[in-house]
């Protein structure tokens, strides 16, 4: 029986490129949205960003672009400019990333497209938001996580700021986008009308410092580079075992109990560690204590003992170990998608789970342009009208 999708029958135009924007068109089309995926004549520009590549293929157009189809339009060209007009009539969301102003100039911006269509949900996504002082700024993810602060907290002690190993800000606003859609969707079923949903990286940065920003209000300190440590807890890092390096979570006074109990590590329950604040008044030296001690057991022998008493710890993974770790594996999180370029093709899966499940993986991520002609005559354009597009070189 085919599943009931909660987002099927919604259509969803993505122009957007290179990661936020298009993992919420992913996102929605997981969800069964149908996303046509609104492209340059060269294409989107994670297509070039190599390598990595599968078979010719960037693995970061790969991650981020199943359930979608693809049509190649110059938006240069007044006839590429109509036939978003044209697909815009009839769908629900639009996704754009371009920079501030470049839509309107192009005619494709809310204002316009609104009009046509006052039931469209329009979400802008940019660096730093469609207006104030740095609306005009370019944003890619790692100028975000500068801007926004989060360098300054990552990396050791005394160390330099380094950046986050994946693209957190992109991801973390495509996911709020995706909130921004449904959102809107829902408001629209109460008063008939779309809305523009602003959605910046730097707005969802700013989000994610979360209590270091609230800290820095209460007390006007601010959060510095502490490496794999946390500002209020101890022992909560990263420490090195014999073998490997491995992460404790003792989050209060009762699991460091049953940490120290389990290691058989009695000397330690003694009043100057028995609490957080006196383990925090006293970190250095039981810092040094702990790391002695680790560096003399196997990562496997650490996380047994403390497995077994209910005390929070893993190693320190590598990408290899996470996709194929046999939770990785049983909660399905590589979703696998049939590509006729591409035997195999496994990518991160949608994350959330339903007890009635409510998402697919129907489509490959597309070739470019792979569905133009199927696009424009599913929106009434003739066999003789699409061609003289292909000739003026509106399509590609």
Known sequence: MKLALP????????????????????????????????????????RAMVPPVWNEESVLYLSNNRNKRSIAVDLKKPEGIRIVERLA?????IIENFRTGTAERLGIGYGKLSAINPRLV??????????????????YDIIVQAFGGLMSVTGEEGGAPVKVGTSVVDITTGLSGVIGVLAALMAREQTGRGQYVDCSLLDCQVMMLNYLATAYLATGQTAKRLGSS??????????????????????N?????????????????????????????????LYAILAGRLKEM???????????????????????????????????????????????????????KFSTPMTTVERHPPMLG????????????????????RHSGAIH
Request: net charge negative; proline share 7%; glycine share 8%.
């Open 298 to 352: 196997t990562c496997q022998e650490v996380c047994e003992k403390l497995d077994r008493v209910g005390v929070p710890c893993s190693p320190i993974h590598t990408i290899d170990q996470v996709v194929q770790s046999p939770q990785v594996q049983e909660r399905g999180m590589l979703a696998e998608v049939a590509h006729p370029r591409i035997p195999g093709l496994k990518t991160p899966a949608f994350p959330v």
């Open 230 to 251: 946390h500002p209020s807890l101890f022992p909560y890092q990263a420490f090195a075992a014999k073998d490997q390096y491995l992460v404790l979570g003792v989050a």
């Open 122 to 139: 329009y979400l802008s996504i940019s660096g730093f938001g469609r207006t104030g002082p740095e609306k005009n700024r370019g944003g």
């Open 253 to 285: 006074d009762s699991l460091w109990e049953k940490m120290c109990t389990a290691l058989g590590w009695e000397d330690l329950l003694v009043p100057q560690y028995s609490t957080n604040k006196s383990r925090m008044a006293h970190k250095d030296e």
């Open 7 to 46: 987002l099927e029958g919604i259509k969803v135009l993505d122009l957007s490129q290179a990661i936020a924007g298009p993992l919420a068109a992913q996102m929605l089309g997981d969800l069964g949205a149908e996303v046509i995926k609104i492209e340059k004549p060269d294409g989107d520009e994670t």
């Open 89 to 93: 009539q009839n769908c629900d969301v």
């Open 370 to 389: 792979e569905h133009t002609d199927e696009i424009l005559a599913e929106a009434g354009y003739t066999a003789e009208e699409i061609a003289q597009f």
